[in-house]
């Protein structure tokens, strides 16, 4: 409980928490194996920006964010399914905390990587100021992160502007970046990960990615948790096969069960 409670407070006071050594190495080579060669054939497949997500969920549906920077839904499915990550106890327990309740959902399956030659994202929230002039003590949605490969400032890792979580002025909502880049912010920080972290992000706190000018890409999975009452207001689909849903503990199938269940491929086949 002591570690909960010290993730808790990093969370609350900085808009973020970093769990080292949370994810075991080979789970994540299991999980990056998988995943590549679907990114890849969304970047093969998308080069220009501006269209929503597409393609087939098991083959690839992504698209181009910004220059060599690609988002991508994935399945739970396969060696993609990653209950040990989902499930965390300490994920659980932080999630419970801060919520002071365990009726929340899985709402989304996502990723973002930037390969070599993406350029700075905009300082940008991933969420919409949902009271203005309210600095809301809570937030109903979180994104849960974890990177495939080390990451740090060659391959473009995140950079964020702690505790900014709480600003509230509809006024600024679309300058953010203009303010940040002309101002003075020493408390901006780069999240520099060794593969195996998991961090907890609060969407309201200001974020961008940075260029990857290294010779690889820099993939990071993204699991969505959303108390039960906003689950709604996430509208990306999400996807788990039927073997991996059956499989779940008790707990798994309760955060899944707004996923659309994925037929088994050798019966749809």
Request: glycine content about 6%.
């Amino acid at each position: 409980m002591e570690r909960v409670e010290r993730l808790l407070n990093e969370l609350y006071v900085n808009g973020f928490a970093v769990m080292e050594d949370a994810i075991p190495i080979p789970t994540i080579e299991r999980i990056h194996a998988a995943f590549l060669p679907m990114l890849e054939r969304v970047r093969r497949r998308e080069h220009e920006p501006g269209h929503p997500e597409r393609g087939d969920i098991r083959a690839g549906c992504g698209r181009l964010q910004h220059p060599n920077r690609y988002t991508m839904q994935w399945p739970w499915e396969g060696a993609l399914a990653c209950p040990e990550i989902a499930e965390h106890p300490t994920l659980l327990a932080l999630l419970e905390a801060y919520w002071e309740t365990d009726d929340f959902l899985v709402t989304c399956l996502h990723s973002n990587t930037p390969y070599p030659g993406s350029i700075h994202q905009n300082w940008h929230r991933d969420i919409k100021l949902m009271a203005p002039h309210v600095a809301m003590a809570r937030v109903p949605h979180f994104g849960v992160k974890f990177p495939l490969v080390d990451t740090g400032v060659e391959n473009g890792s995140f950079e964020v502007l702690p505790s900014t979580q709480f600003l509230a002025d509809p006024s600024r909502e679309d300058d953010y970046n203009d303010i940040i880049e002309s101002g003075s912010y020493p408390h901006r920080t780069r999240i520099n990960m060794q593969r195996g972290t998991l961090w907890v992000q609060d969407p309201r706190a200001l974020h961008r990615g940075t260029p990857n000018r290294s010779d690889a890409p820099r993939p990071e999975m993204v699991i969505c948790y959303s108390l039960r009452w906003a689950a709604p207001l996430m509208t990306r689909p999400l996807w788990v096969g039927s073997r991996e849903f059956e499989e779940l503990s008790e707990r798994g199938r309760k955060l899944f069960e707004r996923a659309t269940i994925l037929p088994d491929p050798a019966v749809a086949a």
